[in-house]
């Protein structure tokens, strides 16, 4: 009872996309970013969760800059819907040669994958599309520095900003 009276969301019932983003503390804040990356993969193992890693950007020392993973499976935003905001850890730093304490932060987002009826209801005009390609950075060799494969589209109204960089192709991407 207290289970279904808590995933009574309009969404809590679909899948979602989770995303995570280092922030404030440099090398430890992709550390950061990478430890909860693992957590929340762990968390959809143990729940026999099928999930894939839509976006992943590794940071230059350590850890991650950003990823985003796709969790397929009942109730997963009802779950993770509570895990949006900024995340804080404080500790010895690794990175650190005088083991100072270091604050480190990461954003976690989490958005509901929308079944197809909730989709068809939406409209998207050419109009309000802002489309812009850029070089993808990161592994590839001499493609990577070349080609602009990156793709970002921003709705103009809402400010709503998506980007893909995963394929080597602009036009897959």
Sequence with gaps: ???TQMLNGRFD???????IQAGAGGVDAMDWAEMLFRMYTRWAEKKGYKFTV?????????GLKSATIEIDAENAFGFLRGEKGAHRLVRQSPFNS?????????????MPVLDEM??????????????????AGG??????????????????????????AQERSQLMN
């Design 98 to 110: 005088l083991a100072k304490r270091q604050t480190s932060f990461a954003g976690v987002d989490v």
């Design 118 to 135: 909730t989709v068809s209801s939406v409209e998207l005009l050419d109009k309000d599309l802002e489309i812009t390609t850029m070089r």
């Design 13 to 19: 019932r679909m899948g979602c996309l989770l995303s």
């Design 54 to 62: 839509v976006d992943s950007q590794e940071g230059e020392e350590a």
């Design 139 to 164: 592994k590839g060799g001499q493609n990577v520095n070349k080609v602009e494969t990156a793709v970002r589209v921003v709705h103009t109204p809402s400010g709503i900003a998506v980007r893909c």
């Design 1 to 3: 009872w207290e289970l």
